[in-house]
Nanobody, 115 residues
Framework: QVQLVESGGGLVQPGGSLRLSCAPSRSIFSFNVMGWYRQAPGKERELVAG???????NYEDSVKGRFTISRDNAKNTVHLQMNSLKPEDTAVYYC?????????WGQGTQVTVSS
């Protein structure tokens, strides 16, 4: 069983920054894709950013230029650096990992952007 442990959420003012971290229970390179999703109240879960085992990245349009997904190989961790945060970024953020045909999910971490 794969476990994904997330950290780094919290409350931040508009324009501020946060970094989310996801530490899986096996090597980050064993997954086809790792990514971050978010779900705001009353909305469907959406992909925010993803990174393949080969290092290719993709982003949801509203976060391009503000968010960066990256890997820390030494710490076996995937990060989501979020800058210039907006109130509409408020959501529960989930780390995900795809291994073959199976998807794994973290428990979620709350990000609240408010003054």
């Amino acid at each position: 069983q794969v476990q994904l442990v997330e950290s780094g959420g919290g409350l931040v003012q508009p324009g501020g920054s946060l970094r989310l971290s996801c530490a899986p229970s096996r090597s980050i390179f064993s997954f086809n894709v790792m990514g971050w999703y978010r779900q705001a109240p009353g909305k469907e879960r959406e992909l925010v950013a993803g990174i393949t085992s080969g290092g290719n990245t993709n982003y949801e349009d509203s976060v391009k230029g503000r968010f960066t997904i990256s890997r820390d190989n030494a710490k076996n961790t995937v990060h989501l650096q979020m800058n210039s945060l907006k109130p509409e970024d408020t959501a529960v953020y989930y780390c995900s990992a795809k291994l073959g045909r199976k998807d794994y999910w973290g428990q979620g971490t709350q990000v609240t952007v408010s003054s």
